[in-house]
């Protein structure tokens, strides 16, 4: 049974760096053809993807949040980390890690983090 589970502070000030990190149990982040994703949810609006990263080490951003985001990884700890730069109160969110398989959807989820960007 895959589990994630996303950890980092709740709290973020405005201009400074959300960082994420999603701790993968019960399967690897570099078994062929899975994908690890980060996708948020700010409050009363919809899902939105963010950016993932291939079991080979390639990434992949939402154009829209492109210039802001940087997604890693490490392999000796099963983990990989979301770095969301210069955030204002609309990163407010809860921001799932999840895994994706192929094309399909993601099929395994954390819990969620709520994070909240205010001063």
């Known amino acids: 049974q895959v589990q994630l589970q996303e950890s980092g502070p709740g709290l973020v000030k405005p201009s400074q760096t959300l960082s994420l990190t999603c701790t993968v149990s019960g399967g690897s982040i570099t078994t062929n053809n899975h994908y690890w994703n980060w996708i948020r949810q700010p409050p009363g609006k919809g899902l939105e993807w963010m950016g993932s990263i291939a079991y080979s080490g390639s990434t992949n951003y939402s154009p829209r949040l492109k210039s802001r985001t940087s997604i890693s990884r490490d392999t000796s700890k099963n983990q990989f980390t979301l770095q969301l730069n210069s955030v204002t109160p609309e990163d407010t969110a809860v921001y799932y890690c999840?895994?994706?398989?192929?094309?399909?959807?993601?099929?395994?989820w954390g819990q969620g983090t709520q994070v909240t960007v205010s001063s």
């Open positions: 999840a895994r994706g398989v192929g094309g399909a959807g993601s099929d395994y």
